[in-house]
């Protein structure tokens, strides 16, 4: 055990005043994965404004005000931070380097290089990986089954995150045999600038990928693709924008999970030593007004497959 983990765990197993969690994500307070950190936290038995106290802090879908919020929860100053996201991880590190870092929702920690490895850490931070290296070639076979004969498909990310989801992306779609174009917007004024882009590619199906642009504009996103006609597959949490399917492992979920991360720094473990959570299980939402609203006919075996049907 280092010095100066030594010396944290000291802080916070005998100051008596409640722990400080701090939280940085892009979305609001509405966030469902805020919402689940803390219904998470108080399964534990951990009470708000008793034992802990949490110190949100939301950057309201622009992620340049990232490193200032973290420099916010570094000043406050927090216990551990829980950052929902890869790029608000990073600027957690590095604006808070000798606070814990509990983060969630990355595809990869180890190649972005967030953790050494997924068994040990290293390092002050641990997290809930929603990993699957067959994850992004099955969102794209589902989509062919929704759609099918479909050739050409668009793939909608964000350009302030790390390139492995698009990269997994593209690569799924290239082993199913599909022509993809990747659309990187910078912000909520390209998005119109990105469905022109896929039309231009006569594009006939939409995967938007679980990324900050997605989760904060997915409500305008879906509605760019229902008035192009195209069939958009989002990750699972976005069912509520009314894409047509909704697929992946739950972000909430995995949010909730974080808590038990959380709670065990809390009462004096390293996160370097604590092994990355792999969040597990699939669920597959389909929306039949959406598909009546673009005009498409979804196959029985689509339906059948989902868990929730939206009427």
Known sequence: MSAAWGAFRDAISTAGSPARIGVLL???????TYAA???????????????IVIEPRFAEGRLDRLPRLAAELAA???????????????????AAPGIPVIFAVVLDPVEVGLVATAHRPGGNATSVTVFDPDGAREDIRLLKRAVPGLQ???????????DALPRAALAGARAEGLHARLLLPRGPEDLEDAFAAMRDARAEALVALGVPIVGTHGARIAALARAARLPALFAR?????????AYGTSFAAAARQMATLVDRVL???NPGSIAVVFAAGTDLQVNKAT?????VTLPQAVLDRASKVIE
């Open 291 to 295: 598909a009546a609203a673009i005009g």
């Open 152 to 162: 050409r498909l668009a793939i909608l990310g964000d350009a302030s995150v790390p």
């Open 37 to 51: 950190l803390r219904a998470g936290l108080a399964a534990l038995g951990r009470v708000e404004g008793a034992d």
């Open 237 to 245: 949490d976005g069912a509520g924008f009314g894409p047509l399917l």
């Open 267 to 269: 009462k004096g473990e």
């Open 26 to 32: 892009t979305g609001g307070a509405a966030h469902p």
């Open 76 to 94: 406050t100053p927090v216990d551990v931070i829980a950052a929902i996201g890869a790029v608000h991880c990073q600027a957690a590190q590095r």
